[in-house]
């Protein structure tokens, strides 16, 4: 079995900063592609910012300059830092990852359970 799970959100003052983690559980041999995504309460999922397993990186417009998105292959970790953060910024956080299991296995698409991210005063 593998999954992931998310971890480090909060509650946080307008401008503070958190840092979400992303753990990659099971038999898993590597992590490909993974992004980080975001729902609030009565939208729709959107993709906050990816990662390639080369370091690529990309970012939705509403947090370039506040996020970033890390990984650390030996550990199967990937990260989302947020600075600057706003009350638009409270959501539930996911993330997404395509994991290989071996050479010819791979889970794509692989979703966290969510850590939940609430910015207010």
């Known amino acids: 079995q593998v999954q992931l799970v998310e971890s480090g959100g909060g509650l946080v003052q307008p401008g503070g900063s958190l840092r979400l983690s992303c753990a990659a559980s099971g038999s898993i041999f590597k992590i490909y592609g993974m992004g980080w995504y975001r729902q609030a309460p009565g939208e729709q999922r959107e993709l906050v910012a990816s990662?390639?397993?080369?370091?690529?990186?990309n970012y939705a417009d509403s947090v370039k300059g506040r996020f970033t998105i890390s990984r650390d292959n030996a550990e199967k970790m990937v990260y989302l830092q947020m600075n600057s953060l706003k009350p638009e910024d409270t959501a539930a956080y996911y993330c997404n990852a395509d994991l290989v299991i071996t050479s010819t296995e791979i889970y794509r698409g692989v979703w966290g359970q969510g850590t939940l991210v609430t910015v207010s005063s």
């Open positions: 990662i390639t397993s080369g370091g690529s990186t």
